[in-house]
């Protein structure tokens, strides 16, 4: 597995290098990553990762700026884009690749989203986020799980249980618009996500899959 990620990252290098060179041009990024997938014919899923990992040095620089150290959370309001993080939290307890961004947040590379359904797994993601949070004096902890996703509700009223366990006031909830929702998070308030659409519209973000990598000790995947 170790070698097999190595072969990887070292093939996607020269690729990724090109493509950076093509955004720092003024080229958009789909049509860089294609261009040059295209060239290099990668495959599906290598497309995928640099899709998720690329990006324009501006864009990257400007983001950089906007991500809080974890304890800079302390006494804040934090709203957290629940299925974003809880996706990516997930993949780190099984172990799977992650992959540090250009623009300094983690991110998987499954592509689950869409197919996404509540397992232990699930939970264990969800107690993982709380556990972490409760180390830190955060005012309040808000959660936001998009409707159209399987049992969503269900899972809301999950973590609404498990609140106090952590001593953590908030609440869990479900939107038909997440991504308004953390985009009019409001003035003070900390958003948690690795959504880069999001972070571009907000002021303060946390990626609490990187606080948690760091704590245990986990090295995320670069491509250099």
């Not at 950076?20 to 990024?29: D, K, N």
């Not at 609404?160 to 991504?179: C, P, W």
Request: charged fraction near 25%.
């Amino acid at each position: 597995m170790l070698n097999s990620t190595n072969t990887l990252n070292k093939k996607l290098t020269e690729p990724a290098h090109d493509i950076r060179y093509l955004l720092a041009r003024g080229y958009s990024i789909s049509a860089a990553i294609r261009f040059v997938s295209d060239h290099y014919r990668l495959t599906e899923s290598e497309r995928h990762i640099l899709v998720r990992v690329v990006r324009p040095p501006e864009v990257a620089t400007v983001r950089r700026e906007k991500q809080l150290a974890c304890a800079d959370i302390n006494g804040r309001d934090v709203l957290i884009d629940g299925y974003n993080v809880l996706i990516t939290v997930e993949s780190m307890l099984k172990n799977e690749n992650l992959w540090l961004g250009d623009d300094g947040f983690i991110r998987d590379t499954r592509g689950v989203f869409r197919n996404y359904n509540n397992t232990d797994a699930t939970y264990k993601a969800v107690d993982k986020m709380l556990s972490f949070l409760s180390e830190y004096s955060v005012r309040s902890v808000n959660i936001l799980l998009d409707t159209q996703m399987s049992k969503s509700g269900q899972l809301a009223r999950y973590i609404d249980n498990r609140f106090h366990i952590y001593s953590l006031n908030g609440s869990a909830r479900t939107s038909r618009h997440v991504d308004f929702d953390l985009k009019n998070a409001g003035v003070g308030v900390v958003v948690a996500t690795a959504d880069g659409v999001v972070i571009d519209a907000v002021q303060e973000v946390i990626d609490i899959a990187a606080c948690l990598m760091e704590r245990d000790g986990i090295e995320a995947m670069r491509i250099l």
